[in-house]
């Protein structure tokens, strides 16, 4: 049950676009079109962005998507606004009803 | 109002116990698969455990044969018997409900603090 690989961090203006990376393995990402993401401002509880690789839950805007390819899945957010700045964290369900998170990426609207 | 909240978090004694306890209303609680998700201070969040609405149980290594996950389907409540604490276990604890094996709703989490 090793973490899934993302980059500590990201950054880019507002009305930019940015792409978050989420690297497992075979046994997870791989395997499984279950990969969720996740949003998490300071002191919250986290929030379902994205599940089913590229789903949106009811309310989240259209400008999260996501995407996978192999064993790396993607979370790009659009015309990014201030109030997206948050820690970001993949997730996938890795068989044997169990799941493995991401390190998480933190994502600064410069 | 749909919600999950945990309580029972505090501070204990590595090698001590601690049970924690999540609350849910406004939803059909017994048909609703449940885990436990925690985050330790300034890192990111690890699963730690999972209870279908069939009451099949599974743990993630770091807690298998300390910790135990139950729930009340009368009392619309979740458990977490947590035996043999460590330091590392040091964390946040939200209770979390799963569909299309994602977490869509989340507590606002109890403060589990391990230390002498």
């Known amino acids: 049950q090793s973490a899934l690989t993302q980059p500590a961090s990201v950054s880019g203006s507002p009305g930019q676009s940015i792409t978050i990376s989420c690297t497992g393995t075979?046994?997870?990402?791989?395997?499984?079109?279950?990969v969720s993401w996740y949003q998490q401002h300071p002191d919250k509880a986290p929030k379902l962005m994205i599940y089913?690789?590229?789903k949106r839950p009811s309310g989240v805007s259209n400008r999260f998507s996501g995407s996978k390819s192999g064993n790396t899945a993607s979370l790009t957010i659009s015309g990014l606004q201030a109030e997206d700045e948050a820690d970001y964290y993949c997730?996938?369900?890795?068989?044997?009803?169990?799941?493995?998170f991401g390190g998480g990426t933190q994502l600064t609207v410069l | 109002e749909v919600q999950l909240v945990e309580s029972g978090g505090g501070l204990v004694q590595p090698g001590g116990s601690l049970r924690l306890s999540c609350a849910a209303s406004?939803?059909?609680?017994?048909?609703?698969?449940m885990n436990w998700v925690r985050q330790a201070p300034g890192k990111g969040l690890e699963w730690v455990s999972y209870?279908?609405?069939?009451?099949?149980?599974y743990y993630a290594d770091s807690v298998k044969g300390r910790f135990a996950i139950s729930r009340d389907n009368a009392k619309n409540s979740l458990y977490l018997q947590m035996n043999s604490l460590r330091d590392e276990d040091t964390a946040v604890y939200y209770c979390?409900?799963?569909?299309?094996?994602?977490?869509?709703?989340w507590g606002q989490g109890t403060m589990v603090t391990v230390s002498s």
């Open positions: 979390a409900s799963d569909r299309d094996y994602a977490f869509h709703l």
């Open positions: 209870i279908g609405s069939g009451y099949n149980i």
């Open positions: 997730c996938s369900y890795a068989g044997s009803l169990t799941w493995v």
């Open positions: 075979s046994s997870d990402v791989g395997s499984y079109n279950f």
């Open positions: 089913e690789v590229y």
């Open positions: 406004g939803v059909t609680f017994s048909t609703y698969h």
